[in-house]
């Protein structure tokens, strides 16, 4: 059966977005005058950008994101993150392409068919997302809620930007006689100053495997390249191969350091998930970019899995800048959406630097 999932946390109660007359007659407007005027309100804003309609949310703090509305890419998150006037930093790593809509990185939706007859890749090739509603609270939180369609399947993605947080959710519902299996995750693409001071924290304990991530249409290495092995150099101290895909181990150490080449899904083994009692993977981990002083937390809901993984040298080709690739995800296990049901899954990114 699938997870059916209330989107609330004690501090963040994502907006409900409106499902009045907009959920009977989705809109089809794409152009950003048509969006701006039946949308567009204080702190959201609808413009173009190399022929790619994106909306732009700004809350009272300064905080912004941008979103790319016909692939629900999410480019661009600069919160304020320091007391400053200016003090706000771009944390998503975007590499742009040679057209508006297909930038890599940044955070993006990953639904990938996971049936028995042969994985057909992206459920969202070929499809558009529209903007279905918009919601606001005295613009310290704003909301921009997408829609589309993909075989039996109607999804919903919401973003909501906060003060000192963003959160992205997605809602498949299949309304097929079938059911869909499905792999899932919410990829964020994370910008940090200095290779060697990048690192996550509160994954101890924790199982993890060495594993591709997901194909997807944002990401930035390929399966196949975020498994390929790195010469850790002359003075690669305390370096440590990866194991070999499959092989179990328990994070032992309070703080995993990102500066070498790794592709890991944090999760309980698929055979531990068949007991009645096993060991999950936290809710919540932390980013640290220590070149900026810079922490961020990472919140999972719906998602059995935690996928990181880091370039290592690799990064040299994008630019001067490092980044990880880490979110919630179905991996492992795939999710099974029954006829009828819904499954729901989400990611919030939240940060106290300004305390």
Same mark, same amino acid.
């Given at each position: 059966?699938?997870? %059916?999932?209330?989107?609330?946390?004690?501090? %963040?109660?994502?907006?409900?977005?409106?499902?009045?007359?907009?959920?009977?007659?989705?809109?089809?407007?794409?152009?950003?005058?048509?969006?701006?005027?039946?949308?567009?309100?204080?702190?959201?804003?609808? %413009?173009?950008?190399?022929?790619?309609?994106?909306?732009?949310?700004?809350?009272?703090?300064?905080?912004?994101?941008?979103?790319?509305?016909?692939?629900?890419?999410?480019?661009?998150?600069?919160?304020?993150?320091? /007391?400053?006037?200016?003090?706000?930093?771009?944390?998503?790593?975007?590499?742009?392409?040679?057209?508006?809509?297909?930038?890599?990185?940044?955070?993006?939706?990953?639904?990938?068919?996971?049936?028995?007859?042969?994985?057909?890749?992206?459920?969202?090739?070929?499809?558009?997302?529209?903007? @279905?509603?918009?919601?606001?609270?005295?613009?310290?939180?704003?909301?921009?809620?997408?829609?589309?369609?993909?075989?039996?399947?109607?999804?919903?993605?919401?973003?909501?930007?906060?003060?000192?947080?963003?959160?992205?959710?997605?809602?498949?519902?299949?309304?097929?006689? @079938?059911?869909?299996?499905?792999?899932?995750?919410?990829?964020?693409?994370?910008?940090?100053?200095?290779?060697?001071?990048?690192?996550?924290?509160?994954?101890?304990?924790?199982?993890?495997?060495?594993?591709?991530?997901?194909? =997807?249409?944002?990401?930035?290495?390929?399966?196949?390249?975020?498994?390929?092995?790195?010469?850790?150099?002359?003075?690669?101290?305390?370096?440590?191969?990866?194991?070999?895909?499959?092989? /179990?181990?328990?994070?032992?150490?309070?703080?995993?350091?990102?500066?070498?080449?790794?592709?890991?899904?944090?999760?309980?083994?698929?055979?531990?998930? %068949?007991?009645?009692?096993?060991?999950?993977?936290?809710?919540?981990?932390?980013?640290?970019?220590?070149?900026?002083?810079?922490?961020?937390?990472?919140?999972?809901?719906?998602?059995?899995?935690?996928?990181? =993984?880091?370039?290592?040298?690799?990064?040299?080709?994008?630019?001067?800048?490092?980044?990880?690739?880490?979110?919630?995800?179905?991996?492992?296990?795939?999710?099974?959406?029954?006829?009828?049901?819904? /499954?729901?899954?989400?990611?919030?990114?939240?940060?106290?630097?300004?305390?």
């Amino acid at each position: 059966m699938a997870s %059916l999932l209330p989107f609330s946390l004690p501090k %963040l109660n994502i907006i409900k977005a409106s499902s009045s007359s907009t959920t009977a007659t989705a809109t089809t407007l794409s152009t950003p005058e048509s969006l701006e005027d039946k949308f567009g309100k204080k702190g959201i804003k609808f %413009l173009e950008s190399n022929n790619t309609p994106f909306v732009e949310l700004t809350v009272r703090n300064g905080s912004s994101l941008r979103l790319q509305i016909p692939n629900a890419h999410v480019t661009s998150y600069k919160p304020k993150v320091f /007391w400053k006037d200016d003090g706000f930093e771009e944390i998503l790593y975007t590499v742009p392409g040679g057209g508006g809509a297909d930038s890599r990185g940044g955070i993006g939706l990953v639904l990938n068919d996971a049936s028995e007859s042969g994985s057909k890749g992206s459920l969202l090739s070929g499809s558009e997302w529209t903007v @279905k509603d918009v919601d606001s609270d005295a613009i310290d939180a704003l909301q921009v809620e997408l829609s589309c369609t993909a075989g039996t399947l109607d999804i919903t993605y919401v973003i909501t930007l906060y003060p000192v947080s963003i959160a992205t959710a997605v809602i498949v519902k299949n309304t097929g006689r @079938k059911a869909v299996t499905l792999t899932s995750a919410i990829l964020s693409h994370l910008r940090s100053k200095k290779r060697a001071a990048t690192a996550i924290q509160g994954l101890q304990s924790c199982s993890y495997c060495t594993h591709p991530p997901l194909s =997807s249409p944002f990401e930035i290495l390929s399966p196949a390249e975020a498994m390929k092995t790195e010469d850790p150099g002359l003075f690669a101290f305390f370096y440590e191969p990866e194991k070999k895909p499959g092989s /179990w181990t328990l994070q032992d150490v309070p703080i995993t350091i990102l500066k070498h080449k790794l592709s890991r899904v944090y999760a309980a083994p698929p055979k531990e998930r %068949l007991k009645d009692v096993y060991n999950t993977p936290p809710s919540k981990y932390e980013t640290i970019d220590q070149g900026r002083k810079l922490f961020f937390r990472v919140i999972r809901m719906g998602y059995e899995d935690i996928y990181v =993984s880091s370039p290592g040298s690799f990064s040299q080709k994008y630019g001067k800048d490092y980044f990880i690739c880490t979110g919630p995800a179905s991996m492992l296990v795939p999710v099974v959406v029954n006829p009828g049901e819904e /499954w729901r899954g989400a990611q919030i990114i939240e940060h106290d630097n300004l305390t």
